[in-house]
C-alpha cells in the first residue's frame, strides 16, 4: 500500500532500508500500468529511466553516499516543463516531436535531490484551458468522477497525484492551473509568489503571470518541494535572489489567532453547494481563534476580463516562435515562406491557441492596444493595490478555489463559460502573490471541493503554516477515489 504514504514518508521508508528504491518505483509504475488507463494522466511514462535511476539510488545507498531530500521519491512533471533529452509537447501537435535540449531549473533541482521523474504529464495545449479537453492528444478524467474533468491546464499532474499513481507533481499556473484542478480532484495545489521558482525551461505563456506550482497530498510534501525548487536562478531574470525558506521545520508553527480577510461583495452569487463548503471551511480556523473580516475587493469583477486580455497578449507574442523554422513542426504542404508559416500554425495548433493569438494580436495592435492592452495593464495595478489595503487589516484573503465541483467533460462548449471557471484563482496572478488550494471535502454530489488561501508575497511560510494547520484538523487528504484505492 505504497500509495496511502506520502513523499516524506516515502523518502523515510528508502533511507531507513524498509524499501528500495527500484521497489518504491516499480509499485508506482504498475500502479500506472493498471489505472492509468482508465485516467490517462500520461502522455509519457518514463518507464526505463525512472527504473534506471532508482537502481543508481539503491547503489549510492548500498555506497552510504548522502542521499537527497527527494530520494526514491517518484514525480510527474506536466508536459511544458523541461527534462532534458526527452519530449516536451505541451499537449499541442506543434511540438509532438520535440525533445527538451536541456533541464528547467526546477527539475535540476529535483534531481539534484534524488527524485525519479515518472512521466510527463497532459495538459490543454501550451496550458491555455481550465479542464485538460484542450490536449491535442487526449482527455484526462477526474479519478473521483470519470465523466468529469480533472480541471486544468495542468490536470494531468493533478489527476496522477490524486489517483496516487505518485506522491506528488510540478504544474504550471497562469491563471489558476495548478489550484484549480488540485481543487476539483481533492489534493493540494499551491502557486508561490512570482518569481519564487525559476520559470527556466518552462515553455513561455503568459510570462508575467507563469509560476510553476506543486501538486501533493499533503501540506508537509509541498513544502519539501517548495524547499527544494523555491531558489533563487540567475537564467531567469524574474527570479527573486532570497534565501530559500525552510518550511518544513517550522511548520507547526502556526499561530491560531490570525486575521482572515473574506471579500464577501465579490463572493455575491456564489453558489449555495460551495458557499457552505467555504463557510465550514472558515469554521475550522474560527474554532481555534482566527478573526474573520470583510475586506473590499469587489475591483476583482475586473479580473477576469483583465486576464483575458494580458494573458492572449503575452501569449501571442511568445507563441510567435512556433514559426515552422525554429521549433518542431513544418508543414509538409508549404512551398512559399508565408505558407510554412500559415500551414504549419493552421496544422499545429488547436482552436483555443489560435483563438488567443488572434486575441492577443488584435489587443495589442495600434488603434487598439490603449484601449484594451493598456487599460488592463491599469486595472491590474489596482488589483494589485485593493490587495496591499485588504492585507493592512489581515494575514490572509480566503476564497473558494472553485465555484463548483468538476463539470462534465464535454459540457462547457463555449470558450467564455470555460473562462469563468477560473474567476477565484486569477486575482493571485495578476497580484503575483502566493495562494494555496487545500482540500475542503466535497460538493452534495460526491465531488471535491478547495479553500484557497492567498497570503501577501514572499509569505509562503505562515500559509504553510495555516494549511498543515488546516489540514490537520479536517483530515481531508485521507481520501482516497474510491476506484482507485487498492
Ligand atoms: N484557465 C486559465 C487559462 O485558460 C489558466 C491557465 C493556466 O493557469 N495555465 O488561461
Redesign the pocket.
Given at each position: 500500500m505504497l500509495h496511502t504514504l506520502s513523499a516524506c514518508e516515502l523518502r523515510e521508508r528508502f533511507i531507513n532500508g524498509t524499501h528500495s528504491a527500484q521497489e518504491i518505483t516499480s509499485y508506482f509504475l504498475q500502479r500506472i500500468q493498471k489505472y492509468d488507463p482508465q485516467i490517462r494522466a500520461f502522455l509519457e511514462v518514463l518507464e526505463n529511466d525512472a527504473m534506471q535511476k532508482a537502481k543508481l539510488l539503491d547503489e549510492k545507498r548500498a555506497d552510504k553516499k548522502p542521499l537527497g531530500a527527494f530520494a526514491g521519491v517518484p514525480i510527474a512533471i506536466k508536459d511544458n516543463i523541461h527534462i532534458k533529452g526527452k519530449k516536451t509537447t505541451c499537449g499541442s501537435k506543434i511540438l509532438e516531436n520535440f525533445i527538451a535540449p536541456f533541464a528547467a531549473t526546477c527539475c535540476e533541482l529535483l534531481e539534484e535531490q534524488d527524485a525519479i521523474f515518472i512521466g510527463k504529464t497532459n495538459l490543454?495545449e501550451f496550458?491555455?484551458?481550465?479542464s485538460t479537453e484542450n490536449s491535442a492528444f487526449f482527455q484526462t478524467k477526474n479519478p473521483w468522477n470519470l465523466a468529469c474533468t480533472p480541471g486544468?491546464?495542468s490536470g494531468g499532474s493533478a489527476a496522477a497525484v490524486a489517483t496516487r499513481l505518485c506522491p506528488v507533481g510540478l504544474g504550471?499556473?497562469?491563471?489558476?492551473?495548478v489550484r484549480?484542478p488540485a481543487a476539483l480532484c481533492g489534493i493540494v495545489g499551491l502557486k508561490p509568489t512570482y518569481g519564487r521558482i525559476s520559470r527556466w525551461g518552462i515553455v513561455a505563456?503568459g510570462s508575467s503571470l507563469d509560476q510553476v506550482g506543486t501538486f501533493s497530498t499533503t501540506v508537509e510534501d509541498t513544502a519539501l518541494l517548495m524547499e527544494t525548487i523555491g531558489k533563487h536562478c540567475s537564467k531567469d531574470s524574474t527570479s527573486i535572489n532570497i534565501a530559500p525558506d525552510l518550511h518544513r521545520a517550522e511548520l507547526k508553527n502556526f499561530k491560531k489567532n490570525i486575521r482572515i480577510g473574506v471579500p464577501w461583495q465579490f463572493l455575491e452569487g456564489l453558489d449555495k453547494d460551495t458557499e457552505n463548503n467555504f463557510k465550514d471551511a472558515l469554521k475550522v480556523f474560527e474554532s481555534q481563534g482566527a478573526m474573520l473580516c470583510n475586506v473590499d475587493l469587489s475591483i476583482l469583477k475586473y479580473s477576469l476580463a483583465t486576464y483575458y486580455i494580458l494573458?492572449p497578449a503575452e501569449a501571442s507574442t511568445n507563441l510567435a516562435r512556433y514559426d515552422g523554422i525554429r521549433y518542431g513542426l513544418r508543414s509538409k504542404e508549404a512551398k512559399t515562406l508565408d505558407e510554412v508559416y500559415d500551414y504549419t500554425r493552421d496544422e499545429g495548433f488547436g482552436a483555443e491557441v489560435k483563438r488567443r493569438i488572434m486575441l492577443g494580436t488584435f489587443v495589442l495592435s495600434s488603434g487598439y492596444k490603449d484601449a484594451y492592452y493598456r487599460k488592463a495593464q491599469q486595472v491590474r495595478t489596482k488589483i494589485i493595490d485593493a490587495f496591499k489595503v485588504a492585507f493592512q487589516s489581515c494575514d490572509f484573503v480566503a476564497i473558494p478555489c472553485v465555484p463548483n465541483g468538476a463539470f462534465e467533460l464535454g459540457s462547457k462548449k463555449d470558450p467564455l463559460t470555460m473562462?469563468l471557471?477560473?474567476i477565484y484563482t486569477i486575482a493571485a496572478?495578476l497580484t503575483g502573490l502566493p495562494a494555496i488550494s487545500l482540500p475542503s471535502g466535497f460538493s452534495k454530489d460526491a465531488k471535491p471541493l478547495g479553500l484557497q488561501l492567498i497570503a501577501p508575497e514572499l509569505c509562503e511560510k505562515p500559509l504553510l503554516q495555516a494549511s498543515y494547520f488546516f489540514q490537520n484538523e479536517t483530515k481531508f487528504p485521507e481520501h482516497i477515489p474510491h476506484l482507485f484505492k487498492d
Open positions: 490543454d496550458a491555455m484551458g481550465s486544468g491546464s504550471t499556473d497562469t491563471g489558476g492551473s484549480q505563456y494573458a473562462y471557471e477560473d496572478n
